[in-house]
């Protein structure tokens, strides 16, 4: 009993389950990444992944609804056609086709290929660049 309660300590999942306005900025990719959920190996230091369809079928879901298509056409001025909600739940359902190692393979993959959201500076670089953008501040006290 104590190890499935630890097991289900270590479970992270990534999505929402209910978000009446996700992100528009999203890539199918990124929205099967959301999907994914990643739980600890007991073997190994690495941590397993699996992919669970639900959120990206639950997203396709929400994308035909009334709300979710005023939204778009109040935002956007146009309705959506969800097809980037598609391609993530079939990318998803072509993963699960895949073996066990491939599966992982691919994720890894794409995780790594990820960009950082980050820009990173060294402390002399962080400190030209804030002077650059703020510099005449300092001269206004």
């Known amino acids: 009993m104590a ?5 289900a300590a270590q479970t992270v ?3 929402w389950i209910v978000n009446l306005s996700p992100p528009l900025s ?3 990719s990124e929205k099967l990444e959301r999907a994914i959920t990643m739980s600890a190996e007991n073997e190994a230091t690495t941590p397993r992944r ?3 369809c639900a959120t990206c079928f639950d997203n396709l879901w929400f994308c035909y609804s009334p709300v979710h298509q005023m ?9 959506d056609n969800c097809s980037d909600k598609w391609s ?9 086709t895949k073996r066990s190692s491939e599966m992982q393979e691919i994720l890894e993959t794409r995780e790594k290929a990820k960009p950082h959201i980050w820009t990173l500076r060294t402390p002399e670089e962080a400190s030209a660049h804030w002077k650059e953008l703020f510099g005449d501040i ?3 006290e």
């Open 3 to 7: 190890q499935k309660i630890r097991e």
């Open 13 to 15: 999942s990534f999505g």
């Open 26 to 28: 999203l890539r199918p």
């Open 50 to 52: 699996s992919v669970s």
């Open 71 to 79: 939204q778009q056409y109040y935002r956007l001025g146009g309705l």
């Open 88 to 96: 993530a739940l079939i990318d998803c359902l072509t993963l699960k």
């Open 138 to 140: 300092d001269g206004m």
